[in-house]
């Protein structure tokens, strides 16, 4: 039971060592999306951006566009909680929301698979009790970095071994 609660809290820090496991393919070059290709209700969510639109980043124009996107499908309680969760990551420091940013761009290299995997092991270990999960947490940043490489590598192998019997 130990070694499954350790693995899982491994897998949802993970992210802290992912460069180091994904390859990195290269991205596509993002698409610049004109004002006048956004649909009516994707202009009126983004109103305030308009005026400075054709300045924004590809990339961000495409975020902000898929965002609009899920907006528009989503019902008042589902928007609540979206709300809710824009002002918890703007009360973040800067610096932590870099770094969940960082961490995030990392996952999105993994393969699907192991994207996978990770969701799996996370949803287990926000299963566990409070305690049980802050115990882990205390544990895991009580290892140095060596010591928590050497923990995800056997980890890992664990999981190799097992994947063919599953």
């Known amino acids: 039971m130990k ?48 005026s400075r639109w054709s300045q924004l980043p590809p990339q961000r124009q495409q975020a902000l566009s898929r965002g609009a996107e899920r907006w528009g499908t989503m019902d008042e309680a589902q928007r609540g909680h979206a709300k809710e969760r824009f002002q918890r990551w703007q009360g973040l ?25 990770l969701r799996d092991d996370f949803r287990e270990f926000r299963r566990l009790p409070e305690a049980r999960r802050t115990e882990l947490r205390r544990q895991w940043q009580q290892k140095s970095a060596p010591e928590r490489q050497q923990m995800l590598r056997e980890l890992r192998n664990r999981r190799l071994q097992k994947t063919p019997q599953q």
């Open 93 to 117: 420091p800067e610096q932590r929301r870099e770094r969940i940013r960082d961490r995030w761009s990392q996952f999105q290299k993994l393969p699907p698979d192991e994207q996978a995997r």
């Open 3 to 50: 070694q499954l609660l350790l693995r899982l809290l491994a897998m949802g820090l993970l992210a802290s060592s992912l460069p180091m496991l994904a390859a990195e393919p290269a991205a596509p070059a993002a698409q610049a999306i004109p004002w006048s290709n956004l649909s009516p209700a994707q202009q009126q969510t983004l109103s305030q951006f308009e």
